[in-house]
């Protein structure tokens, strides 16, 4: 809301730049965080062995270029940037970086290390030009909990470093289900530092939420009620800001269609459910080779891998009640994979807070700075620190925020719900937080405002309100107000 | 299936037993008795959740009786068993120990997640009885609720119940590889039962369930485990009996795991009967031959008659020390179980230390007030985890001593009857697998013991941390509003003393968790191994007993034997012999019980 915030971070980062002048060390590091401002947000795709990380990535940027298989694939931590024109430089631990070939197959990139060890690489970036990527880079990891140890510490240590903070702006966490060790892995995002506002920048997801219901058709509907009940749950809420349910194989599909494809959907539709009933029964029947079955094997095949049993069935029964063009059979599968809902979520919990999460991710930078090479004038930056920290109400709300969904700060539920709302945990912009439609007008809005401020002005005043309550109480008002002074007069 | 043709042995040996006035040895074969009458061979079905555990039992025996969910399913082991009439029994165990029976359709209220959510109702398993072939052989198939991870604390519970399975097959789908923790509970599943084998399920989803399959197979090797594995499709089973259509049976990949269950699994643990039956037969009936063979062999040669005596009562001295307390078996044993005990203890103390140290960490590195909840789950977790692998490890050490102290007995009760021995095949030490089922016992005793303790002490503990906590927690807005006066400086030093103090309470408040932990789990060890001592002690003595009975009644037959009428003589030789000769027909009996060529590791 106050775009003070980033510009007061800049400045205490370059008040910094300034008095660390003697150390290129802590210097560099700083300027990196003071470019890394202006740099698109950066969204790591994190979560276990085949999870779907790479095809959530594919999904998001529209394209093919993150390379999926059966097995386990990404090793390592893969860098999606936007650039002029496709470039891949591989940045080892030791030794300067190195540009790779770029080759694609079938549209997918293939990245070969060029005989360099998966161990040895510290990250690869990869250039793409893509209008996806522009407002957000998207960051690949290898799966936690990976077959391989080494690769899932890579990805702990990437996502988790112990002595830095993490790369990442943002995390998206994919979980299949929700495991032990997905729920220890969103702790261990809690961090100790500035803001103190652990679920603020993790986004947990349901991958591959079409097989959740074993593929049937009705798969979508019962993966987004198992995602309604995670997000209810008390402890993940506490983690992450919301759970969605994406089907990426759809999503990703879907997006890139191609009309062989539609056509290929379409001739299967058409015939006879005789002779397409049975080859929807599974997998190694769809790809069977059958006189009377529609299609040549081959197709069947190419079809099967790219839009799964799930995808093929849905878009067979799409198609046979009445969606007759491939652009619109395309959009029908992506609004089913729920990645619609996904980047609607990203937008208001991610780029909306793009400034917040930015300015999160700097001041933790030169908090590390500031503890690891004390000078004499770091005591007055360690105060702006604090005064930043201190002073700017979204940090406040953020910190008040974490403090109702971990329960630190304990409020009757409705009004909880209420209090969450206006703290921009649905979203930052002021009708989100007021819980009204998009587009309400400002009178409408006006009214809702006023409205919450008198009832947080009376349980701050209220003396039945306890010490906590009457502090988030005020915090609330404080937040009302700055809606109010936001308005349109 | 060995029952019939092994009870029928058994039953014509307790008959001779009873006609030869040894009722020492009918008690013994009253014991095989019994053990044949219970024919369960259990197999456990575990894995992670939603892997399609449920479904793959409703596919086994094609019939919807697990209940199955998108969401979260199974909340109680279900073990289904064979029965004339479909029925449903609860129980429940430890404190409120009882069983009821419930209408079958009401079995989803009980056993699933949306009926009974966490198990409110304090189950310990639902046992659900069903008309089917498969299951008439005595095959129990155990649904168990799916972990989150298998190193959680359900996990550790599930592997407390390995030993007492015959089987186990661990589900995991083919949308991904075999991930590091369902590698590791193999490896030690391998370790602790007989059978292990993975299931593949949900092939017909997945096109790419041949490469999961290769790549399972792969990690399977570069571990070192040897475990079958079966890529099934439970939704194309069920089809294909519903429609009664024989290729689809066949994709479904189903027939090769029945076969493993029956061929395996069934003929194993039948095997394994036969075997031990056929073994006690043998040693009961060498030891009734053995006073009639000393009598025979008096009357055949009267001159060496005193001999023969003066022989026998020197056996009969050998076998009295056998019985006696310097024994040399006695003694490995009452080493055995005080080296047992130290080290068990040992054992225990230092996986506690090890999460004693992980935990202060943990809480150095966060405001305990903040991680409390993940922490003791955490910690609930690893003690369980912890003491459960002791627990296992103890098991497994005691069942190396029991053999040891078999091998021992053994030595010396070969050389008890050396004269009478007649070249037959040791079986004095054929009781060594007789163990098997002893050792289930004490295990599944233990079991319940340590599931207690987690159950009391975790719980008790856990919400004594809680509410001192919770203390700390109310100190909170206190400090904020003297922060508010004093300013930021003060609410910081004051935030900062109090978080130390929060850390310090909560690490002591772990230490004596671990403590209690210690005692509580160090007692059952120790409970555990002073019943495996008596048990052994118990068993080997009345063998040793056995023995003397057998060489006092040879020594009394060679004694009076000595009569001067040939005729006599003539005519007790040949009773003698025909006696004798009834008892070879019976040791062969009990010699084809066993399955000639067919060699299994016991």
Known sequence: MTPGLGIAVRGVLRDAVDAYRDSPQATAWLRQHLARFDEPLRVAIAGKVKAGKSTLLNALVGEEIAPTDAGECTRVVTWYQDGPSPKVLMIPRDGPPRPLTVRRRDGALTIDLGGTPAERVDRLVVDWPSQSLRATSLIDTPGIASMSADTSARAGAFLVPEDAPAPADAVLYLMRHLHVSDVRFLESFHDQGVAKAAPVNTVAILSRADEIGVGRLDAMASARQIAGRYRRDEKLRSLCQTVVAVAGLLAQSGRTMRQAEFTALSTLATAQAADTEPLLLSADRFVRASETAPLDPETRAALLDRYGLFGVRLGITLIRRGIDDPGALSAELVKRSGLDELRTVLTTQFTERRDLLKSRSALLALELVLAREPIPASVPLAREVERITAGAHEFTELRLLTALRTRVVKLPQDVKAEAERLLGGDGGTPAARLGLDPSADPAELRAAVLEALGGWQRRAESPLSDRSQVGTARTLVRTCEGLLAALPR | ?602
Not at chain 2, 245 to 267: H, I, K, P, W, Y
């Open chain 2, 1 to 602: 299936m060995a029952v019939p043709a092994a009870m029928e042995l058994v039953d014509l040996a307790l008959r001779a037993a009873h006609a030869y006035e040894r009722p020492d040895l009918a008690v013994r074969l009253g014991h095989t008795r019994h053990r044949l009458e219970d024919p369960n061979v259990r197999v456990l079905i575990v894995g992670e959740f939603k892997q399609g555990k449920s479904q793959l039992v409703n596919a086994l025996i094609n019939a919807p009786v697990c209940p199955v969910d998108d969401d979260l399913a199974t909340a109680v082991p279900t073990a289904v068993l064979y029965a004339e009439q479909p029925s449903v029994t609860l129980v429940w165990e430890g404190e409120q120990r009882r069983r009821s029976d419930v209408p079958v359709a009401k079995l989803a209220d009980y056993v699933s997640e949306a009926g009974n959510p966490g198990n409110r109702q304090g189950l310990s398993r639902a046992e659900v009885g069903l008309p089917r072939n498969l299951l008439k052989d005595g095959l129990v198939l155990v649904d168990t609720p799916g972990v989150g991870g298998l190193g959680s604390a359900h996990g550790a519970a599930t592997m407390a119940t390995l030993p007492t399975a015959d089987a186990v097959l661990l589900v995991s789908d083919a949308s991904q590889e075999y991930t590091a923790p369902e590698l590791d509970f193999l490896a030690t599943a391998m370790r602790l039962c007989p059978n292990v084998a993975g299931v593949i399920t949900k092939t017909d989803l997945y096109p790419h369930w041949r490469r999961i399959t290769d790549l399972d197979r792969g990690h399977l090797a570069a571990a070192g485990i040897t475990a079958d594995l079966f890529p099934v499709s439970s939704v194309l089973r069920l089809e294909a009996v519903r429609s009664e259509d024989a290729e689809l049976n066949t994709e479904s990949g189903f027939a090769a795991l029945v076969t493993f269950l029956r061929s395996e699994v069934l003929a194993r643990a039948d095997d394994l009967d036969r075997r031990s039956t056929s073994q006690d037969v043998l040693a009961v009936a060498d030891q009734m031959g053995a006073t009639m063979r000393a009598e025979l062999a008096a009357q055949q040669n009267p001159q060496h008659a005193a001999a023969l005596v003066s022989d026998l009562e020197i056996a009969r001295g050998r076998a009295a020390a056998l019985k006696d307390r310097s024994a040399r078996w006695q003694h490995t044993l009452s080493d055995g179980v005080q080296d047992l005990s130290a080290d068990i203890e040992h054992d225990l103390r230092d996986r506690l230390r090890v999460i004693g140290r992980e935990a202060d960490g943990l809480l150095d590195a966060a405001d305990p007030a903040d991680i409390w909840d993940q922490f003791g789950e955490w910690l609930e977790g690893q003690v369980a985890t912890a003491t459960s692998a002791n627990f296992v490890w103890a098991g497994q050490r005691a069942e190396w001593l029991a053999t040891q102290v078999a091998e021992h007995f053994a030595a010396e009760g070969d050389a008890v009857l050396p004269a009478l021995r007649t070249g037959r095949t040791g079986e004095v030490g054929g009781h060594v697998d007789r163990l098997e089922r002893p050792e289930q016992e004490r295990l599944s005793i233990g079991q319940k013991l340590y599931v207690g303790a987690r159950g009391g002490y975790g719980g008790m503990l856990m919400i004594g941390l809680a509410t001192t906590l919770a203390g700390f927690a109310m100190l909170n807005p206190l400090s904020i509003g003297a922060g508010l006066l004093f300013g930021a400086k003060t609410v910081r030093e004051e935030q900062a003393r109090q978080l130390a103090r929060r850390k310090s309470d909560a690490k002591t408040a772990v230490r004596k968790h671990l403590d209690e932990v210690t005692f509580q789990v160090g007692k059952d060890s120790r409970d555990m191994l002073r019943q495996v001592q008596r048990q052994l002690r118990d068993h080997f003595t009345s063998l040793a007993e056995e023995l003397q009975t057998s060489v006092d009644s040879s020594v009394k037959a060679a004694q009076k034997a000595v009569s001067g009428d040939e005729n006599v003589r003539r005519a007790r030789i040949r009773d003698l012999e025909a006696e004798l000769d009834r008892i070879a027909k019976l040791e062969e009996r009990a010699r084809a019980l066993v399955p000639g060529a067919r060699k299994v590791l016991v």
